[in-house]
């Protein structure tokens, strides 16, 4: 398969910085167990042959869907990224030149396969079993972020008293007051 010019620029480009997402992504791949997981949806997942759209291949919408996961994307956001980020739509398995990119309905629709089916429990349980056979564990965690947005350069409010949800943080020599959104 010729790679694309895009595919080109960025693998120059990753043999000179490897990003945090792309070694998170490079472990994912390293540690989940694809072949098992899409033989335990296969009889679940739609097949060609019928009428309207065709069905994305199974093995790119589960990758979509444990990416979402991983990265606590909503349906949209998670196609934004594929758009947005080379690593994700590797990860992913999408050339923009050639694939149509998942669109947030079709991952509700396969959510919802999963949830109705009791697979969603089921593919992070297999996950998480063949972790534990490598003598790994998966936790669930939360990610903050938190930006520093300009503020009145003041804690008191009106009445003369420090409202609660309003901070300070110094970065540099320059003083930064807000709320922690």
Known sequence: MQKSFSDFEYTQARERR???????LAEIEACTPWNELVAALEEHYPKSGKRGRPPMGL???????????CFGLSDEGIEDAIYDSFAIRRFVGVDLGRDPVPDATTLLKFRRLLETNGLTERIFQTIRQHLANKGLMMREGTIV???????????????????????????GNQWYFGSAT
């Open 59 to 69: 093995e790119r919408m589960l990758r979509m869907y444990i990416a979402q996961n």
């Open 145 to 171: 972020d938190a930006s520093l947005i300009a503020a009145p350069p003041s804690t008191k409010n009106r009445d003369k008293q420090r409202d609660p949800d309003m901070h300070q943080t110094k970065k």
């Open 18 to 24: 490897q990003t945090r997402r792309d070694r998170f």
